[in-house]
């Protein structure tokens, strides 16, 4: 579930949990919900209902459950409360509204979320070592290996499995299609 159109399609797609031949679970919420299968998705999360939670969301990172979501619920400032200090993914991408100003200026009051910190350096290199899928970490020497990545600031975020598609979450930038001699600096 690392890959967004993966969660996305979670929503969308009728589940039935193991050994239920009967109950199938739709996305129960209307697309006017600040919580809407996208914003969950890009949040981190993918649907993940059982019969006493029908909206219940999991993180693919973290594996935090959220469930209960009302009209304007904000998956980012929720997933960022409740697990930005444990979950990589919460602190690199949920957590930017808190670096932000009412501008969407970056200001970065807790010096800690800098780009250039060890701690958000750190968060991010683990978007690509979580479940050991960036692909260039198995080739020796390579210019774009997880650690150079996310020291030049760029989180993994994939389109489809396998995929090496990268962002900068700070200036929107994506970039895929890695090199060995490609420096992400």
Same mark, same amino acid.
């Given at each position: 579930?690392?890959?967004?159109d ?9 589940k039935r949990?193991?050994g239920s ?7 129960p919420h209307?697309e006017?919900f600040?919580a809407?299968?996208e ?8 649907y ?8 219940n969301?999991t993180c693919?990172?973290? =594996? ?7 009209? &304007?619920d904000?998956? !980012?400032?929720?997933h960022f409360?409740?697990?930005?200090? /444990?979950?990589?993914w919460?602190?690199?991408?949920c =957590?930017?509204r808190?670096d932000?100003?009412?501008? &969407?200026?970056?200001? !970065?009051?807790?010096?800690s979320?800098?780009p250039?910190? /060890?701690?958000?350096?750190k ?9 050991d899928v960036?692909?260039h970490?198995?080739v020796?020497?390579?210019?774009a290996?997880?650690k ?11 389109l489809?499995v396998?995929?090496?598609s990268?962002t900068c979450?700070?200036c ?8 060995d001699?490609?420096?992400p600096t």
């Open positions: 579930m690392h890959v967004l993966n969660r996305i399609n979670s929503f969308y797609k009728p949990k193991p031949k009967s109950q199938a679970f739709k996305w209307p006017y600040t809407n299968p914003t969950l998705a890009e949040a981190g999360f993918y993940d209902p059982s019969p006493e939670d029908v909206d969301v693919y990172m973290c =594996g935090k459950e959220l469930s209960e979501w009302a009209e &304007e904000d998956p !980012f400032d929720i409360k409740k697990c930005g200090k /444990k979950c990589s919460a602190s690199v991408r =957590g930017l808190s932000m100003n009412h501008k &969407e200026k970056f200001v !970065f009051t807790d010096k979320r800098l250039t910190s /060890k701690t958000m350096e968060a991010r290199l683990e978007t690509f070592t979580f479940q960036w692909t970490d198995s020796r020497n390579h210019a290996s997880s150079n990545m996310a020291r030049a600031g760029f989180v993994y975020n994939p489809e396998g995929d090496d990268t979450l700070y929107g930038i994506a970039l895929s299609g890695w090199q001699d490609d420096d």
